[in-house]
Structures are given as C-alpha cells and as structure tokens.
C-alpha cells in the first residue's frame, strides 16, 4: 500500500522535528558562515522590494541575517521546532508552519 501525501507530510514533519536540536547544535563544527553570507549578499542584491519569504527556513540563520539588514522576513517551515529555534534568533520575524507542497 502506498503512502498518502497527509502520511507522507506527517512523515516528513516528525523527521524534521527529531533533528532539529542536532542541526543546531552542529552549527559550531564546520559550517561555512561566510560562504553562506556570500549567497545572501547575492540573493539581496536581486530583491526589488523590502520583503521574503525564507521557505524551508530551518534554523533560522537566513531569515535572522534579512532582518538584520532591515528586511521584513516570514519564515515557513514544516516543523514547528525549528520555528521554535527561529523564533529565539529572530522574534521579529513572522512565522508559518507549513508543508511547501499544500
């Protein structure tokens, strides 16, 4: 019998939810900062307006570093722990949990 896409959602929520902490927790052995702000710096440059949607947010660090720069930032993610850990790097930002399939 094949997977529904509610169980399949379900599925993918509770994964995320398990390694949420883990992620976070890994940020200090070896992930690239400056690469990352790189990118930003890019993905700003091309904006025409003051607002974005960090889709697929995980921990944060995207939409923490928009708002930093003055943009206003909705955060969506599938599981609300991540949201969570959003919400302590950056309370100004508006939260969604939400599958990008739905």
């Excluded at 399949?8 to 995320?16: G, S, T």
């Excluded at 700003?44 to 995207?62: F, K, P, T």
């Amino acid at each position: 019998m094949s997977e529904t896409p509610e169980q399949a959602v379900r599925r993918n929520r509770q994964a995320y939810a398990r390694i949420a902490g883990e992620w976070e927790r890994r940020l200090d052995s070896g992930y690239d900062f400056e690469f990352h702000a790189r990118c930003r710096e890019d993905f700003v440059r091309h904006l025409s307006g003051h607002r974005v949607l960090d889709a697929g947010c995980g921990l944060g660090l995207d939409t923490a570093a928009f708002a930093a720069r003055g943009l206003r930032v909705t955060a969506l993610d599938i599981a609300p722990e991540f949201l969570a850990l959003v919400k302590r790097r950056c309370p100004q930002a508006a939260l969604v949990a939400a599958d990008l399939a739905a």
